[in-house]
């Protein structure tokens, strides 16, 4: 039997990195740190959930719709947050905003779930049995800040990336990458779960040295998220293989089925056909489940 590829993509926020503490927590801290005060991190959650649904309303996929950029829309956001809780001042835009997109692009604001390294690493060096060639990708409704982000946790990130007129950034494509491409919904102009973000990622792969000289059918499509209807839904009618992160995931809705996580390889055995989806409960089972060997010194001290 002729061996199949493996294209695997994951969403970015909630999926592979989380913030270190939540969001208000940090803004809060941030703010009190350069003079301002008056408020609590409860008031700071709440204002910070009006102000995101408000701009997120008014000026759709981070500002992309009606022009913006990414720093305009997250600073809108930043004083909206504020100005209800301190009033209008000039802090908010000399200081305060530059400081928040700084840490929110950075390892300050996030960590990486358990696991990530170590299976992006394992599917390039013990690939899953029956799979020829392999290649990663992050699809994520986000702006540009991902790959910053990425890259300050310690994963190697291709510069290729999915630009409005196509695929951009072809420098930088050659092998030890973690992650082989990133699809943004700012870039691509649409969100998860609009199945167009699933195929820039299709484009991005057939951009892809590893590609060449393969048919498009032998490519297994994996997407692994930790939302239900924009990451799992979004997938399967895209046609690919959606998987559900369970420790990741709000909820699991009755009826998604769960891989044998007992069985090595288990994974891939269960996604019978384009437009399947499980759930898997963490980052080291998936690398199970994929039948990825781990490296033996991995949990050394």
């Known amino acids: 039997m002729a061996k199949r590829n493996l294209l ?3 969403d970015a926020f909630g999926t592979l990195f ?20 008056g408020f609590t991190d409860e008031q700071v959650s709440k204002s910070f959930k009006a102000a995101f649904k408000h701009e997120t309303k008014e000026n759709p996929n981070f500002g992309k719709s ?21 009033g209008p001042s000039p802090t908010l835009t000399q ?10 692009s950075s390892e300050e604001a996030y960590n990486l779930l358990p696991d990530v390294l170590p299976l992006l690493q394992d599917l390039r060096t013990h690939p899953p049995h029956g799979i020829d060639r392999i290649a990663v990708g992050v699809i994520t409704n986000s702006d540009d800040r991902v790959p910053s982000v990425l890259t300050s946790l310690g994963l190697r990130i291709s510069p290729l990336t999915y630009g409005s007129g196509g695929v951009k950034a072809k420098t930088g494509m050659g092998e030890g990458n973690d992650v082989d491409f990133t699809v943004m919904s700012y870039d691509v102009g649409f969100e998860k779960p609009d199945r167009r973000m699933f195929g820039a990622a299709e484009e991005m792969l057939a951009s892809l040295p590893v590609a060449v000289g393969t048919e498009p059918g032998s490519w297994v499509k994996v997407f692994v998220g930790d939302e239900f209807e924009k990451d799992v839904v979004g997938a399967q009618e895209a046609g690919w ?16 089925k769960e891989v044998d996580e007992r069985v090595a390889g288990a994974l891939l055995r269960s996604l019978r056909g384009s437009g399947d989806a499980v759930s898997i409960s963490s980052f080291s089972t998936l690398a199970k489940a994929l039948g990825v060997v781990p490296e033996p010194d991995r949990s050394s001290p």
């Open 8 to 10: 695997i993509c994951f």
């Open 95 to 104: 200081h305060l905003a530059p400081a928040l997109l700084y840490r929110f």
């Open 66 to 86: 009606n022009g913006l950029n990414s720093t305009t829309w997250w600073t809108n956001i930043i004083q909206n947050t504020f100005n209800p809780l301190v």
């Open 241 to 256: 293989l959606g998987v559900l992160l369970r420790e990741a995931a709000s909820g699991v809705p009755d009826g998604l």
């Open 18 to 37: 989380k913030p270190k503490r939540p969001i208000a927590q940090q803004y809060g801290e941030v703010a009190r740190g350069l003079g301002l005060s």
